[in-house]
């Protein structure tokens, strides 16, 4: 079995009645390294299904590679109602299913994978497109950003991005969002969301072509965010399996199987 090695420097400080002076204690503790399928399946709403991921997890001490990491071998399939699609090995550990498949809003999905005798399980909802009721900028101390109120879903977690367009062509996306919304029980609710401070050297070169993008995820993506952001301390949680994460793949594995819609809306200056 591949261990990871952990070295725990312990400062014990001993007074002048035991010998007057600082003892650095060194302790080897060997913890056992434990192999983990991989999953990485994003559904967006209406559009066709590029594939998901299944790898495995490496040591800490090995140098990450794909080759290394894919798997060629699980069986897997998607479930949504009655309907299964099946999903196949075409590259780089990525599975695609047997024909389209096209996910839709207001829809439950399983996804049911083995590898060797490593089973894994998880279930993912795609809600409707956030209804977006206003959108404008904002200015204060740590630069600008866009705001929106938008209809709460039940069981939905929300997040925003600034996005300039010209035509249908992104020229600039935030990378990551600023917040994810916690779950509201009150289907009538307002929602506040916001993007990430937009650079300035962005905001004056695509001054007039700014929207809003607003995601509606399954709510398990809420805690996801929240973990991966504050707790990871290697730069891929996929890659490693590093820091406290909350996944909602259940089973022989970790990973992240969720739904999400989007609507976006330019808003002016």
Do not use: H
């Amino acid at each position: 079995m591949l261990k990871k090695k952990i070295i725990f420097i312990i400062f014990s400080f001993i007074t002048i009645l035991f010998n007057g002076c600082e003892r650095v204690d060194v302790v080897e503790i060997t913890l056992p390294f434990q192999e983990k399928l991989v999953v990485q399946g994003i559904l967006e709403e209406n559009k066709p299904l590029d594939g998901i991921v299944f790898t495995r997890t490496l040591p800490l001490n090995e140098v990450y590679s794909i080759s290394k990491a894919e798997l060629k071998d699980v069986v897997a399939y998607i479930k949504n109602g009655v309907r299964v699609i099946p999903l196949k090995y075409d590259k780089a550990g990525i599975y695609k299913p047997l024909g389209t498949f096209i996910p839709q809003k207001k829809s439950n999905f399983e996804l049911f994978a083995k590898w060797q005798d490593k089973n894994v399980y998880a279930k993912t909802y795609i809600p409707e497109n956030p209804k977006i009721v206003r959108a404008f900028f904002i200015t204060d101390g740590a630069g600008t950003y866009i705001q929106a109120d938008i209809q709460n879903q039940t069981g939905v977690v929300f997040g925003a991005k600034a996005v300039a367009m010209e035509g249908s062509t992104v020229l600039y996306e935030s990378e990551d969002f600023y917040s994810i919304t916690q779950p509201n029980s009150d289907p009538k609710a307002t929602i506040k969301v916001r993007t990430p401070v937009i650079p300035a050297e962005v905001l004056n070169t695509f001054r007039n072509s700014f929207s809003i993008k607003v995601f509606a995820f399954d709510e398990q993506y809420q805690n996801y965010f929240k973990t991966k952001k504050f707790s990871l301390p290697i730069k891929d949680s996929f890659v490693q399996s590093g820091g406290d994460v909350e996944w909602n793949v259940l089973g022989d594995g970790i990973g992240l199987f969720i739904g999400f819609s989007s609507t976006t809306l330019k808003v002016n200056r």
